[in-house]
């Protein structure tokens, strides 16, 4: 299946690794140039190598933090010097840090927004001058499933990304006449270094053993599995692609079934 982005330009943040480096390599694989980014030089230049190995596509990392509304900018206005446009924008951050509400102060609140609300907000509207000039645009902002069915331990994620599934809802309505459509991917859980550091602080708080964990996990996911980036990859590859135009405020959990509601 053609899904219509070849040549176009995509911009993947967080992509040093996880769901955010599979998703770059999906989109290399389907013929778009991509920017990746991450805080870390190194390994964003190391990832972009090994994906552009792999696809023998156009990849180039970019070292950003997604906080800092000025590196954003930044980050937007050389990549569309190089790449000469952004039409497909893929907003993705690490998650905040797994707990309870006495764990965290004010201050791990206020982080938790700057690292995955606002860095959606600051990318999104740097992104979109371009895109309303070209009259085309695919915005996927990747947040969670505990944006819709909270997780007892995760009040930091729960919050913040709730507040993004707001924000895109919204701002599809007002950017769909300029052929831009904005949703959000909610995974659930999958194999990347996050689900791993939730089974150490399973173990941390003394709730049983790695073992446990995941047993205990598999037993709420109706699949009976967890999920594989290239899984997630793909379905984010569909909603940047020009098939997908009608599809626009959506929020699509990838999850195995894990979610139980309706709506």
């Avoid at 000469?84 to 840090?97: D, K, M, Q, T």
Wanted: hydrophobic share 40%; with cysteine.
């Amino acid at each position: 299946m053609d899904l219509g982005i070849r040549g176009k330009t995509a911009l993947v943040t967080a992509a040093s690794r996880g769901l955010g480096w599979s998703i770059a390599e999906r989109l290399s694989v389907e013929g778009a140039k991509v920017a990746i980014c991450s805080r870390d030089r190194e390994r964003i230049e190391r990832a972009a190598i090994k994906i552009q190995e792999s696809t023998g596509g156009y990849v180039r990392g970019y070292a950003a933090d997604v906080t800092d509304h000025e590196a954003i900018r930044e980050l937007v206005r050389e990549v569309s010097e190089v790449f000469g446009s952004i039409e497909i924008l893929v907003c993705n951050a690490g998650g905040p840090p797994a707990g309870m509400h006495h764990e965290f102060s004010m201050d791990d609140y206020r982080s938790a927004l700057e690292l995955n609300l606002l860095s959606t907000v600051n990318l999104c509207y740097e992104a979109l001058p371009g895109m309303k000039d070209r009259r085309w645009g695919r915005i996927i902002a990747i947040t969670s499933v505990a944006a819709k069915q909270p997780l007892e331990n995760l009040i930091l994620s729960n919050t913040a990304r709730a507040g993004v599934l707001g924000f895109i809802k919204t701002l599809s309505n007002q950017v769909a006449q300029f052929g831009i459509t904005v949703n959000s991917l909610c995974p659930g859980y999958t194999k990347t270094e996050r689900v791993e550091e939730l089974a150490k602080k399973f173990v941390a708080d003394g709730k049983g053993s790695e073992e446990d964990f995941y047993d205990k996990l598999l037993e709420s996911i109706p699949a009976g599995r967890i999920g594989t980036p290239e899984e997630f990859a793909m379905a984010a590859a569909f909603l940047a692609s020009e098939g997908a135009g009608y599809i626009n405020g959506v929020a699509l959990q990838v999850d195995g079934g894990f979610y139980r509601g309706i709506i």
